[in-house]
């Protein structure tokens, strides 16, 4: 009974270490607060905090796109931002930065033969910049059923046009289960800069180089959720008409912060019978 006593007090400190480098954090527990979040979503299904879908705690956040719903912000998506102006825990210029966020694909998650996106980091432009400019950063479902990670730059401080992207083959994603990512990044648009994420602690991307615009310092901020800007692009293209999935555990660390810190809940040994909070 002590050693059991022992082992649940080690557990314990070791999946909630001291979270003092973390300067944001989002649970999903209640009700978002909106002094530093957008919520982009056009309808009463888009997005709604559930039970039955929690990487730790009683709740996640259930996020629903359908090809018909109308547009928000300018295409077919369902996603939560930071407000830009107080995105300043995501940094920007020279910065670095810790994240860790939790995704889960349904068990009936359909291949498709167009394009979406589940998670982005964006600048706000300038007021010379391209309109039409793709994120700096993101996670991508591709038209052929692989993931990649995406990963463009711009040194001009006006761009004209949507640069290309480095893509990152991100191997296969688990559906009918949690999937943890770990980021650090060191935001520059020069050959200085950093992108390591790992995927269920496996590092996956492992980028030196630039990867952001030569936007305002301090003007990144984080979405997530799911875009798919094929139905609002090239309507009947797309082989599926809904989208469900689910986000928990989202955290930015400050340049202080480590993996450890930002991780999501840990993964507990199968069998430790101390499983309680992990969520299904």
Same mark, same amino acid.
């Given at each position: ?55 730790? /705690?009683?709740?996640? $956040?259930?996020?629903?796109?359908? %090809? @018909? +719903?109308?547009?928000?912000?300018? *295409?077919? !998506? #369902? ?52 309109? /039409?400019?793709?994120? $700096?950063?993101?996670?991508?479902? %591709? @038209? +052929?059923?692989?993931?990649?990670? *995406?990963? !463009? #730059? ?127």
């Amino acid at each position: 009974m002590v050693v059991r006593s022992l082992l649940f007090s080690v557990v314990l400190l070791w999946s909630f270490p001291a979270l003092a480098a973390v300067s944001w954090y989002e649970d999903h527990e209640g009700p978002l607060d909106t002094d530093d979040t957008n919520i982009e979503a056009c309808c009463s299904w888009s997005q709604n905090e559930v039970t039955d879908h929690a990487r730790r /705690g009683l709740q996640g $956040m259930r996020f629903e796109l359908r %090809d @018909d +719903d109308d547009d928000e912000a300018g *295409s077919k !998506r #369902s996603e939560i931002t930071q407000w830009p102006i107080r995105a300043t825990t995501t940094g920007g210029l020279g910065d670095t930065r810790w994240f860790g966020m939790s995704f889960y694909l349904p068990a009936d998650w359909e291949t498709d033969v167009t394009q979406e996106l589940i998670m982005q980091w964006q600048s706000v432009r300038d007021g010379c910049d391209s309109s /039409g400019r793709s994120p $700096m950063q993101g996670l991508y479902f %591709d @038209d +052929d059923g692989t993931w990649f990670w *995406s990963i !463009r #730059s711009q040194s001009a401080k006006c761009g004209t046009s949507n640069p290309p992207a480095t893509k990152i083959d991100f191997g296969d994603i688990q559906i009918g289960e949690w999937v943890d990512l770990v980021m650090h990044i060191k935001w520059e648009h020069d050959s200085s800069g950093f992108t390591k994420v790992w995927k269920n602690g496996i590092l996956i991307v492992d980028y030196t180089g630039p990867n952001m615009y030569n936007d305002d310092p301090g003007s990144i901020y984080l979405k997530y959720g799911v875009y798919k800007w094929p139905w609002k692009n090239n309507p009947g293209a797309s082989n599926i008409s809904l989208r469900v999935l689910y986000w928990d555990e989202i955290r930015i660390g400050d340049e202080n912060s480590s993996f450890v810190e930002v991780q999501p809940f840990p993964r507990l040994p199968a069998g430790s019978g101390l499983m309680m909070g992990m969520g299904r």
